[in-house]
């Protein structure tokens, strides 16, 4: 009999094994529907990638027509529209994902995501100034250009007189806003002004150099962020009175990534012509290429080392998992970073991916990414690093240990406060030269090849920001399996204590098993005997 119900039993198995199969043949797709579905998956990321190669071409027809300067604002039109479009998003963005991203998280998870973020952006940005630094020294971009001038390249001069101190000391106050609607479209900006302080003994009137603030146009987003993230952890604390506002900040940010879905639908049309437009404003590009074109391989070399190899190795050190697997969930962010050269536009398409193709955490990615487009510059770092060299190099000054250490420094803590703009680094390479003391003159050269440069530090710098996003999406996943393991030890312990408490409770476990009670020492056998 058991023979025969073995039988019957793998015939039973071998059956629905058969059936199996027969389901994952018709369940078989053809090679079109494959495709279809391929397309229809990835169909904004093609368009996407299919708008900056159309621009490219777009640009380079249109160049020929030699279009005036009003005609080539309105062939810019659907570009700009696109930048607008994405800039609108950033404030409420920025400030409700970064309040939900903040009350959502219990005040030692936030401290503990805080300092490995912190840490992560600080030592990332300082290895970039380190790759920046070394390939200058390398390459050498600025050796036997000393005859190189902004007047050779009938460019005009830039200059700058900000003090270094000043530049830092703005960075502080620009963390605290005076007003906090006041810092969504302006920033604090130290300038100065000559005050008579008196005459010499030749009756000559002294002047003093001082520092005034005044308000730039811009918005300031260190204070947002700071603001934001401490009226979220403040709404936790509330409780249950700040829950009806917790829900309105995730309402808004909802709302505001279904206005960002709507957009990504508009870029691969907006980039065609962003990229197009950048190609017909050129002026003499063989002219600055050939000239600056070591200043631009050194630059470029570094971001591609840095991106390709330094990040991914980071990320896989703390994950195990392959990084370009994770990387090719982010293609149309990247795109949209190399055609805007803006981080801060780039934002809304980058949280929307990191959520939808990688399955980063909410909670993590609204609180991390907003952060990381604010103070996680290392693209801009590695290229500062390499213009302050290079500028060295075109004055002929030897660089000391003292020097290149103060560069390394300043370009890490400097990046913190470069605008998520396009052209905001440069500003930035104004502080590390006024560090090193080295003239501001021949910033000109840079702004002249920025939008070149630009593009691969933007794409660096995003990709640090998701990188960045993904470790702590895995190292939050650890914690949370750690804690389950946690939680179901403890309730087996429990099980197990009400089990003995049971047992010990009741009399007879088993109608076979009889518990006899214990025998007082010294009984008499009469007590022994009326017991048993």
Known sequence: MEKKSEANGLHAVSGTVSADQILEKSEKKSPREKLVAFLS????????????????GLGMTVRGMNLTRAEMSYFAFPGEMLLRMLKMVILPLVVCSLVSGAASLDTRSLGKLGGIAVSYFLATTLVASGIGV????????????GALNTNSLGLESVSTNKETTDSFLDLARNLFPANLVAAAFRSYATDYKMVAVGNDTNGTILYQKVPIGTDTDGMNILGLVLFAMVFGVALRKLGEEGEELIRFFNAFNEATMVLVSWIMWYVPFGIMFLVGSKIVEMEDVVLLVTSLGKYIFASILGHIIHGGVVLPLIYFGFTRKNPFTFLSGLITPFTTAFATCSSSATLPSMIKCVEENNGVDKRISRFILPIGATVNMDGAAIFQCVAAVFIAQLNNTELNAGQIFTILVTATASSVGAAGIPAGGIITIAIILEAIGLPT???????????????????????????????????????????????????????????????????ETSPLVTHRPAVPAGSTPEAIESVL
């Not at 998956?41 to 490219?56: A, D, E, H, K, P």
């Not at 200058?136 to 250009?145: L, Q, R, T």
Request: charged share 20%; proline share 1%; no cysteine.
């Open 41 to 56: 998956r990835n169909l904004l990321v093609i368009l996407t990638v299919s708008g900056v190669l159309v621009g490219v």
């Open 441 to 507: 003159n021949d910033l000109s050269l840079m702004l002249a090849v920025d939008w070149i440069v630009d593009r691969t530090t933007t794409v660096v710098n995003v990709e640090g920001d998701a990188l960045g996003a993904g470790i702590l999406h895995h190292i939050n996943q650890q914690e949370m399996r750690k804690k389950q393991q946690l939680g179901q030890a403890e309730e087996l312990a429990e099980v197990r204590v009400e089990a003995v408490a049971n047992a010990n409770a009741e009399e």
């Open 134 to 145: 070394a390939l200058a020294f390398i390459i050498k971009p600025g050796v036997g250009a």
